[in-house]
């Protein structure tokens, strides 16, 4: 697979809702860089990590939190770039926002992800501490 494949059907799978699939994508090093300064930023190592993390945003959304594909997805060497839009709802709080993740792919597994959002202090307002 190339770098683009394998984030295409990692973000394919992730979609579907088929996470077991998704994380397959990861080498076991994974890191996963959540920006901004809420209860869920910071450097998550291993899939372990990663996934007590996006549970945790799905609890506190109770479900509503979704991210989709935004545009297409853009390469540079081992580099893939993919937009996304995400949005959920807590208690009275909205989010619907932009941005883009940043992939780093070797030998066919993702390595490291790093997350960019439109308006980070938006975001951190949204999660809370």
Not at 43 to 62: F, N, P, S
Not at 93 to 105: A, H, K, P, Y
Request: no cysteine.
């Amino acid at each position: 697979m190339t770098v683009k494949e394998v984030v295409q059907a990692y973000a394919e799978a992730l979609g579907k809702g088929d996470v077991p699939t998704a994380f397959s994508f990861f080498s076991p090093g994974v890191q996963w860089y959540q920006p901004g300064a809420n209860q869920f930023s910071g450097i998550k190592h291993g899939a372990d990590e990663i996934g007590k993390m996006l549970g945790g945003m799905m609890a506190a959304t109770k479900g509503t939190f979704v991210l989709t594909p935004g545009g297409n997805l853009m390469v540079n060497g081992n580099i893939v770039i993919m937009p996304v839009r995400f949005s959920g709802t807590i208690e009275d709080r909205n989010i619907n926002m932009t941005g883009v993740d940043l992939f780093e792919v070797s030998e066919g597994k993702i390595t490291g992800v790093r997350l960019f959002s439109d308006d980070q202090e938006a975001e951190d307002a949204f999660w809370g501490k």
